[in-house]
T-cell receptor, first 113, second 112 residues
């Protein structure tokens, strides 16, 4: 596709359920980031994938959060046993190798009720 | 840990006024970027600066990179309601394999 695609665009889930958020990057982009943005706030770094290197998971807030990137392309962010404080917009961004600009998807708005 | 501090957090001005947003870090950036985010959208890149002391202009927006590459500013001249949005700075650190670290952002509101 022409840009970064995230799905679903909106997700409402019950507390305690697991959710999976998907990111389809721009073809050929080797770097992929997940960020979380609470209402009216800036971006909180979650995880960073770069090529075949081990991902930087230093931003994941708890062990309920995990992410994978299959074949260096699609990435899935999984939140287990969701809590109300997990409600936020989850943004995915990708960057070409050697480039500096990050291209963002429109995000997934997660609401935990 | 590389932290970026943005100030002010919120800024509300009248159409036609000027404004400046600041971004500071204790670390040296290999490059610094400014993004603007509108409601319901992801951030969109405005500019990338890489050289200490660099000044870039984008219409009414002027971006400056500090000589030591630790700070940057965004100045908007004669602001318009269309400039309303969340402005984010992001630093890339060569030591971190160019991982982008974002500031908390400045919410700018321009009143007509």
């Amino acid at each position: 596709g022409a840009g970064v695609s995230q799905s679903p665009s909106n997700k409402v889930t019950e507390k305690g359920k697991d959710v999976e958020l998907r990111c389809d990057p721009i073809s050929g982009h080797t770097a992929l980031y997940w960020y979380r943005q609470s209402l009216g706030q800036g971006l909180e770094f979650l995880i960073y994938f770069q090529g075949n290197s081990a991902p930087d998971k230093s931003g994941l807030p708890s062990d309920r959060f995990s992410a994978e990137r299959t074949g260096g392309s699609v990435s899935t962010l999984t939140i287990q046993r969701t809590q109300q404080e997990d409600s936020a917009v989850y943004l995915c961004a990708t960057r070409a190798g050697g480039g500096t600009e990050a291209f963002f998807g429109q995000g997934t708005r997660l609401t935990v009720v | 840990t590389q932290l970026l501090e943005q100030s002010p957090q919120f800024l509300s001005i009248q159409e036609g006024e000027n404004l400046t947003v600041y971004c500071n870090s204790s670390s040296v950036f290999s490059s610094l970027q400014w993004y603007r985010q509108e409601p319901g959208e992801g951030p969109v890149l405005l500019v990338t600066v890489v050289t200490g002391g660099e000044v870039k202009k984008l219409k009414r927006l002027t971006f400056q990179f500090g000589d030591a590459r630790k700070d940057s500013s965004l100045h908007i001249t004669a602001a318009q309601p269309g400039d309303t949005g969340l402005y984010l700075c992001a630093g890339a650190y060569r030591s971190n394999d160019y991982k982008l670290s974002f500031g908390a952002g400045t919410t700018v509101t321009v009143r007509a």
